[in-house]
């Protein structure tokens, strides 16, 4: 290894130090502010290396952020299964929200997928199939930032209970902001209300969470929201976010 390699390594490593201190007393200062105001420390803290992903399940996210930096890259997986009117709701965001969407595509289409593994391995290996189509994207795409902004919530699942406002994101090495880890389910059915917030047109037939089309199903009244995603596989996470 030459003395470059050595020095580079070297300096990723005191970056890395440097990310997770500054993680470490965000957390702490940050753990009861305002949404608004966790966005503003990650723009300010961290400038064009912040990004934000979206499922296009709703704007919600889009909207706070764009409203506090202009411009923000959103990163949307374009898995290849989506229903219609999750494109749909991307391309209405790209028309109405002051932000620079990016479309993130798995290095296979389903197409060669199929062919290379076989058809339908989302029922066969959904785990497999999320990480080639949703999370192996993602890391690629993420390579670029130092911090990124997600939507998830503590009051989602058991797996996110423990989620924090900033935390550090090991798998990527990078930071992760959850500025809406605290909101309830009502915050967020108050927020869209108050702010026109766009929609997956999805959730007025009973799909409250979305995902790809093979894998998400109708909720029936009283049902846990997220019991439609990966019915009957024993599975609730895409690898995302774990």
Request: hydrophobic share 40%.
């Amino acid at each position: 290894m030459s003395v470059a390699e050595i020095e580079a390594g070297l300096e990723r490593q005191r970056a890395t130090l440097d990310l997770q201190g500054i993680v470490e007393s965000a957390a702490r200062f940050l753990e009861d502010a305002p949404a608004r105001e966790i966005i503003r420390w990650a723009a300010a803290t961290f400038g064009d290396r912040l990004c934000l992903t979206s499922s296009m399940s709703d704007a919600l996210l889009i909207d706070l952020v764009s409203r506090v930096k202009p411009g923000v890259d959103v990163l949307f997986i374009d898995t290849g299964y989506h229903f219609a009117e999750t494109i749909g709701t991307r391309d209405a965001v790209e028309a109405v929200y002051k932000v620079n969407v990016i479309n993130v595509k798995p290095s296979r289409t389903v197409e060669e997928q199929d062919r290379d593994l076989g058809p339908r391995l989302y029922g066969r290996n959904p785990d497999l199939c999320c990480y080639l189509r949703k999370v192996e994207p993602l890391n690629r795409a993420l390579e670029p930032y130092l911090a990124w902004v997600s939507g998830i919530r503590r009051d989602e699942s058991p797996t996110r209970a423990n989620t924090k406002v900033v935390e550090w994101d090991a798998k990527r090495q990078m930071v992760k902001v959850n500025p809406i880890a605290r909101w309830t389910q009502q915050d967020v059915d108050n927020y869209i209300a108050d702010n026109g917030v766009l929609i997956n047109p999805l959730h007025y037939d009973d799909y409250p969470s979305i995902g790809c089309a093979p894998c998400t199903r109708r909720v029936a009244p009283g049902e846990d929201p997220r019991s439609g995603r990966w019915a009957g596989l024993g599975k609730i996470e895409c690898g995302i976010h774990l």
